[in-house]
């Protein structure tokens, strides 16, 4: 997994989009820690289920003491997620903005209380969201190879 500073502007994939990163952690950078809050955490979950970038690089937590740092499932209201194949973008309220965070970030807000930035949570709570005409003329601005570049199957988990 590569370590990319909060904020910092995203290069991970092809160098054209025009992004901040958020929430790329590593064991060798501390990480700002607290609560965020239930609502914030929902309307994060909608995000993750976006297929895009997908396995464009397999992330692992390496924050984990757990030697086990593989496929992490995520549950959330009945609905499961293989995390660490994909990446999520986020758009400010004013659509300005787009925030890169590969899909771990659900893990480390949940299970490592990491605390995005601000700005980021605040555009989770109020920016566009996946489904709504703006977010989808977003999503459109990338290739279908992008968006899907493995069946985005390998992330629906059945139990
Ligand atoms: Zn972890």
Redesign the pocket.
Known sequence: MSYFEDLSNYSYCCGIENSKNVGWLDVAHPFPKGKVSEDFINKLWVYLKVDLMIMRGFHV?N??HDPH?GIFIASRNDESLKLGFAEIRVLSEDSNVVYAAPDLIY??IL??SYKPPEEFVKAVLKGPKPGSIEYEKFLSTFDVEERQYYPPTIRRYQG
């Open positions: 937590c924050l984990c740092n893990h480390y299970d490592h």
